[in-house]
C-alpha cells in the first residue's frame, strides 16, 4: 500500500514537473510583441526611416492605465482633452474617440496593434502558429493611406525554437482570388469585370480565430479600388469633376454602388507556411 502511494506521488510530482517544463517552453505572445527586436519588422513607409512597427509604437500604450478592463484591450486616443480642444480643465462632456488599440490573446499566441486616424490605418497582427510539431511567428503588417493610395503588406513568417524567434525571415505569398470568391455569381453580374480586367483585387486584411485555429481573413478593399479606378476612368466631362466626384461617378460604373457586404474568405495560417 505504502509503495503505491509512493509510485502515485513520484508520478504526481514528474507530471507537475513537465508540465511546467512545457508551460515555460510554450512562447509569451506579450512578451515577444514588446520585446521583438525592430530588424524583424519590415514595413517602413520612407526607405530610411524605422520600421512603422518599431519598438517605440508597439509599446506606447501597452501599459495598466490604458487597459481597458471591459473591452479586454489597451485603447488610447491620438489627443488628450487639452491638446485637443486647448482647454486648461478637461470637460468631461467632450468625446475623444479612441486612435489606437492594442489586444493580446495569450490563449491562441495573437498580439494585434491597430491605429486609426481620418482614414489612414496602420495595422499589426502577431501570431504563433503550429504547424507539424513546430512553433512559427507570423507577422502580418499593413499600411494603408487611404485616398485610393495602395495599401503597403508585408507578410512574413519566423521559426520559434525553444520560445526563442530566429531571425530567418521568410515571406508569406497571399494568393490573387476572383470576384466570385467572395460573392454569388448573381451579384458578380453586377460589377463591371470588364472594366476591372486584369486589375488585382485589393485586400482589407485581417486575423481571426475560427474553430481555435488562426485564420487570414480576406475581403475586397471596394473603397481603395475605386479611388484607384476614379483616377484611370475618363470620365465625360473630366476637367468638371472634382476628386470626390470623381469617386462617386467611379462607384456607379464599376457598379459598386450600394453593392451587397462581400463574403470573407479564411485562410488558415498554417496553410500558408511553407
Known sequence: MKTNLLNLFLI????????????????DI?????????????LR???????LFHSPTRNEFLREEFFDSKEGMYIASFWDYGDYYGYEEIDTNLVVEPNYWIKINQEYGLASYKFEYEGNTHNLDMIIVEKESKSYLVILERY?????????VETNVFPIINSEVI???HPISIPQLKWTSFYSKEIVKKINTKLLKGVNIPYLIDVE???????????????????RMSEIIEFEN????MEYERYLEAEKILGFKDLEKSKPVYIQLKDLIK
Open 167 to 169: 531571425n530567418e525571415k
Open 238 to 241: 473630366d476637367d468638371e469633376l
Open 144 to 152: 494603408n493611406p487611404g485616398m485610393g493610395v495602395p495599401a503597403i
Open 45 to 51: 513607409i520612407f526607405e530610411d526611416s524605422n520600421p
Open 209 to 227: 480565430i475560427v474553430g481555435g485555429e488562426s485564420n487570414l481573413c480576406l475581403s475586397p478593399n471596394i473603397v481603395e479600388l475605386t479611388w
Open 30 to 42: 506579450k512578451k515577444i510583441y514588446s520585446e521583438l527586436p525592430d530588424e524583424f519588422f519590415s
Open 12 to 27: 504526481s510530482i514528474i507530471c507537475l514537473l513537465l508540465g511546467n517544463v512545457l508551460s515555460a517552453q510554450k512562447p
